[in-house]
């Protein structure tokens, strides 16, 4: 639940951030007018990550165990390249992410009221279609049910809070660190998601070596067991991965992190929080926003 909470937060965050930045700005040109058209491409971006969580949930019901098992592995695998890029892209473009947006919205602006919407419903539809696709492969690795599911709505819940909260002026957040430290944690969740998914591949015959074990602690920790549930929920633990499955592991984290340590330090360090300032943009009441 820990995880899939995290995952809602740092997403729906994100996804709060780009819109405050994006209502922020409308107000300080003075074009009020196109509110309701922004808002409108947001809520259509909101209906569709629904859409495909749902259509992820329940598309592949009345299918074989081969056909289930070949859909579950293969959507895992595309969840981790997205999440992998995701958190590559927020380290690469943090920094640009304030100027890029307003500038895609003078853009729109000058383009119509459709341009506004399209603006909106890009701008939001891919921060959701990612963390539909990414909390699905999450919660299909941790073996379904509400308790997985409940954490990400929670945690998309209270970045709502806390970006309207960060908009207001009640409280800051150093975006940069949380970004940083929430990114880490995600390339975690990531690689065991990855070891889920050629886990199913192999129990659709896919992919070879489903029966050669690297190892099997399930006597010391049983899946069911206090430990084994908190280290599945946290990172997919498996007792009895496969060889495969533990070689694609250790290379996915053994590539990925000194990757991402590498953009991070690229990215400079975090500035100290700052008190919010008069100006009623967002980005400028949230300390160590992107610029």
């Not at 990550?49 to 056909?67: H, K, P, R």
């Not at 975690?188 to 998914?197: K, T």
Request: hydrophobic share 55%; net charge positive; glycine share 12%.
């Amino acid at each position: 639940m820990l995880a899939n909470y995290l995952i809602g937060l740092r997403e729906g965050l994100e996804a709060a951030l780009v819109v405050g930045i994006l209502v922020a700005y409308v107000v300080k040109v003075d074009r009020r007018d196109v509110l309701a058209r922004l808002w409108l491409g947001v809520a259509a971006a909101v209906l569709l990550s629904l859409g495909v969580g749902a259509i992820l949930t329940f598309g592949a019901y009345g299918l074989t165990f081969q056909a289930q098992e070949i859909i579950g592995g293969g959507l895992s695998i595309v969840a981790v390249g997205f999440v992998t890029w995701m958190v590559f892209w927020m380290a690469r473009t943090a920094r640009s992410l304030k100027s890029e947006l307003q500038t895609g919205l003078d853009r729109a602006l000058e383009g119509g009221a459709w341009a506004v919407v399209a603006l909106g419903f890009l701008s939001v539809g891919r921060e959701g279609i990612e963390t539909a696709l990414f909390v699905w492969a999450a919660v299909q690795s941790t073996g379904g049910g509400p308790v997985p599911l409940l954490g990400a709505v929670l945690g998309i819940l209270t970045a709502c809070a806390v970006g309207v909260a960060v908009h207001r002026g009640v409280m800051t957040i150093d975006l940069r660190r949380f970004f940083t430290v929430t990114g880490y944690f995600l390339v975690v969740v990531a690689a065991g998601v990855l070891a889920y998914g050629i886990g199913d591949l192999q129990e659709a015959g896919v992919l070879p070596g489903r029966t050669s074990l690297a190892f099997d602690v399930s006597g010391a920790v049983p899946p069911t067991s206090v430990q084994g549930v908190v280290l599945q929920g946290l990172v997919n633990f498996t007792p009895t991965p496969s060889w495969l499955q533990l070689l694609a592991w250790r290379a996915y984290l053994a590539v990925v992190i000194p990757l991402v340590a590498r953009a991070t330090r690229r990215r400079g360090p975090s500035r100290p929080a700052a008190p919010a300032p008069e100006s009623p943009t967002f980005a400028t009441r949230t300390a160590g926003a992107p610029e």
